[in-house]
């Protein structure tokens, strides 16, 4: 499964909204669960979302609860994760990962068996 974060991730003013996406190919999409992580310099990727795979369970980071929000499209293999109300803090290199096994409550990034390539969010105070 090759993952590529397409777009979404730039500069945005504090208190404003991002839309990322991550397209994918190569297997079947609704076999995996997905996620988005996120990373800053010097830090462990950092969970932020998951969804099943028929997108009917969500599950977010604390952080991110109340205003990010996932969503899959199956047909066509793609990730969303909607940032809404962003703050500073989550500056960072967002990505996308897939996970053939397991339960979307339970994924860490040591788990994930595919990765999108990144994309930057700078949010600006």
């Known amino acids: 499964l090759r993952c590529s974060c397409r777009l979404g991730g730039g500069l945005v003013q504090t208190g404003g909204s991002l839309r990322l996406s991550c397209a994918t190919s190569?297997?079947?999409?609704?076999?995996?669960?997905m996620g988005w992580f996120r990373q800053t310099p010097g830090k462990e990727r950092e969970f932020v979302a998951s969804i099943s795979r028929s997108g009917g369970n969500l599950y977010y980071a604390h952080p991110a609860k109340g205003r990010f929000t996932i969503s899959r499209d199956n047909a066509m293999n793609t990730v969303y994760l909607q940032m809404d109300s962003l703050q500073p803090k989550d500056t960072a290199v967002y990505y996308c990962?897939?996970?053939?096994?397991?339960?979307?409550?339970?994924?860490?990034?040591?788990?994930?068996?595919?990765w999108g390539k990144g994309t930057q969010v700078t949010v600006s105070s």
């Open positions: 190569g297997r079947t999409f609704s076999d995996y669960v």
């Open positions: 990962a897939a996970q053939l096994n397991g339960a979307p409550q339970w994924i860490v990034a040591a788990g994930m068996d595919y």
